[in-house]
């Protein structure tokens, strides 16, 4: 075996050796060869990972070190921290754990621009959420994450009660935004996509500045209405936004959940690197 590139006058070396004398299929293949061997798919990086190592405490962060959440509001006659657990959805999140959202429990911390900008762009959040109770009120409702500034809800992905009256089987996934002239632009995922009770469901949520796709364990939606990016206020325009996970208002139409697991993501992932994120530990 001789490289051609290496007989030749420029002094160039070859990464792969061909035959001397060759026929065109032996350089694919062995050009085939070579990059399945040295060209690995890279797997896209989220800006924020919670996985809750801590297993106890007033305060998680993200695996980045971006953003440090406390756990409920430590107003001494106001606690509403969610709980510890240690269940966990799949066995490669071993030594990570969970956190249970009861009533008005709710996570927060004050968050940097650069942060806040993610959600008023192409992004996609996805989580592992598992539904815990049952619940009467119309329009029930967790929230998995949200951007606030004072008592605006500036962004949120939730997870809704949307059967009206109906016997509720489970929750549907929302993307919902505030306008740039403060009037709600939410997406809904189809009726049809609903969150299981009592079991550990892969989450997602993709938005590419003007659709929304949602993910359930695998099964896709595409929400046939639109919200362009240039219609949304500007989140990162808002001094010192506030990250929030878990409760969504004041009142208490929450719907207790357990989360584990929650990426940001600062593009809109495709179904394949979705799927790649719900494999991946």
């Given at each position: 075996m001789k490289?051609?590139?290496?007989?030749?006058?420029?002094?160039?070396?070859?990464?792969?050796?061909?035959?001397?004398?060759?026929c065109p299929r032996t350089i694919r293949l062995a050009l085939l060869s070579f990059l399945l061997t040295h060209c690995v798919a890279v797997a896209a990086e989220p800006q924020l990972r919670f996985q809750f190592?801590?297993?106890?405490?007033?305060?998680?962060?993200?695996?980045?070190?971006?953003?440090r959440l406390?756990?409920?509001?430590?107003?001494?006659?106001?606690?509403?921290?969610?709980?510890?657990?240690?269940?966990?959805?799949?066995?490669?999140?071993?030594?990570?754990?969970?956190?249970?959202?009861?009533?008005e429990d709710f996570a927060s911390a004050i968050v940097s621009n650069d942060i806040a900008a993610i959600f008023s762009r192409p992004f996609t959040i996805t989580a592992w959420v598992k539904l815990t109770g049952e619940s009467d009120i119309d329009l029930?409702?967790?929230?998995?994450?949200?951007?606030?500034?004072?008592?605006?809800?500036?962004?949120?992905?939730?997870?809704r009660d949307l059967n009206k009256g109906e016997e509720m089987n489970g929750l549907r996934p929302i993307l919902a935004f505030m306008?740039?002239?403060?009037?709600?632009?939410?997406?809904?995922?189809?009726?049809?996509?609903?969150?299981?009770?009592?079991?550990?469901?892969?989450?997602?949520?993709?938005y590419d500045g003007s659709?929304?796709?949602?993910?359930?364990?695998g099964?896709?939606?595409?929400?046939?209405?639109?919200?362009?990016?240039?219609?949304?206020?500007?989140?990162?325009?808002?001094?010192?936004?506030?990250?929030r996970m878990g409760r969504n208002t004041s009142?208490?139409?929450v719907f207790p959940f357990m989360v584990s697991d929650v990426r940001v993501f600062a593009s809109a992932l495709s179904e394949s690197e979705i799927e790649e994120v719900s494999s991946s530990k």
């Open positions: 490289s051609r590139i290496e007989e030749g006058t420029s002094g160039t070396k070859s990464i792969f050796n061909v035959p001397s004398r060759c190592p801590e297993g106890g405490g007033t305060e998680t962060s993200d695996s980045q070190g971006n953003v406390t756990l409920g509001n430590l107003d001494p006659n106001t606690v509403t921290r969610p709980t510890w657990s240690n269940e966990i959805p799949y066995d490669g999140a071993k030594g990570n754990h969970s956190l249970l959202f009861d009533k029930s409702s967790s929230t998995v994450l949200s951007i606030w500034y004072a008592q605006n809800k500036l962004f949120s992905f939730e997870m306008g740039k002239d403060e009037a709600p632009r939410t997406l809904y995922a189809s009726r049809k996509m609903i969150l299981p009770l009592g079991e550990w469901t892969f989450i997602a949520a993709s659709k929304a796709t949602f993910y359930v364990n099964i896709t939606s595409t929400c046939g209405e639109e919200v362009n990016a240039d219609q949304l206020s500007p989140v990162e325009s808002f001094a010192d936004p506030e990250l009142n208490t139409e």
